[in-house]
C-alpha cells in the first residue's frame, strides 16, 4: 500500500514540477509548485517526519507560495507580460539539464550499494520532542544564529521596500 | 507505518535527483525571474526530500534538523529576493533577467 502511495506522490512531484516550469501563466505556475509541495509533504509523513511535514506546510504551501502569489498579482504579470526566449536558448537549457540529469543518475548507479539501515527505534525520530531535544541541544548555536539571519532579512525587506530611502 | 523498510532508498535518491533537474531546467529555461525563484525552491526542496530520506533511513534526527535550517534561509531568501525583485520592476518595468545585464545603473 504505501509503495503504491510512494509512487503516486512521486508521479505527482515530478508532473507538477514540471509544469510549473512549462506553464506560461506565472499564477498558474504558483499553483502547481503548491501542489508538488503538499505532494512533498506527503512523502515527509511516509518517511516517518510529521513535524517537519507540518512545517513544510505552514511555510511553504502557507507562507512562500502566498507571498509569490502576492508578488505575482502586485506586480500584475500575467501570460501577455510573459518575456520569451529563443527557441535555441530553450534547446540548450534542456540539454544542459538533460545532460546534468544523467550524470547524477550515473555517479548513483556506479556508487556502491548501502549498508543496511539499523532499524532500532527510527518510529519516533520526527516527533516534535525528539526534534526539539536535538535542536536545543545539539544545534543551539545554529538556531540562534538563524533568528539573526531572519532579523536581518526582515530589515533588508523592508529597507528595499521603501519607495526613497533618504 | 515504516516506508524506509519498504521502499529501497535509491527511489528517494532517484526521485530527489529528477526533481533537482527539473529545478535546474526551470532556471536555465525561463526568463521571468519570478519563475527562477520557484525554481530554485524546488531544487531547495529536493535537497530537504533527499535529507528526510537519509535521516530515516539512518535513525538519525540531524538530517530533520538541517532540513529545518534549509527552510529558515529559505524563507529568508525569499522575502529579500522578492523585494529585490519588486526594486527591479520598478526601476526596469519588466521581470525580464535579461533586462539586467549590467550591474550599473
Known sequence: MTVYLFYFLS????????????????????????????AIAGHYILLNA??????????YAGAIMVLFLFVIMLLNLNKETEPHKSIAWKFAAVISAGILLIVLIGAMRTTNALPAPPHSAIADIGLVKNLGKVLFKQFLLPFEIASILFLAAMVGAVMLGKRDIK | MNT?????????????????????????FRRNAIIIFMSVELMLNAVNLLLVAFSSYWGDAAGQVFVFFVMVVAAAEVAVGLAILIMI???????????????KN
Open chain 2, 4 to 28: 524506509i523498510q519498504n521502499i529501497h532508498i535509491n527511489h528517494y535518491i532517484l526521485l530527489s535527483t529528477v526533481l533537482f533537474c527539473i529545478g535546474v531546467l526551470g532556471v536555465l
Open chain 1, 11 to 38: 508521479f505527482l512531484a515530478i508532473l507538477c514540477g514540471l509544469m510549473v516550469i512549462l506553464e506560461k501563466n506565472p499564477i498558474h505556475s504558483v499553483l502547481y509548485l503548491v501542489i508538488t509541495f503538499f
Open chain 1, 50 to 59: 510529521q513535524f517537519l511535514a507540518a512545517v513544510h506546510i505552514i511555510v
Open chain 2, 89 to 103: 520592476y520598478r526601476n526596469t518595468g519588466s521581470t525580464d533577467i535579461d533586462v539586467l545585464n549590467k550591474l
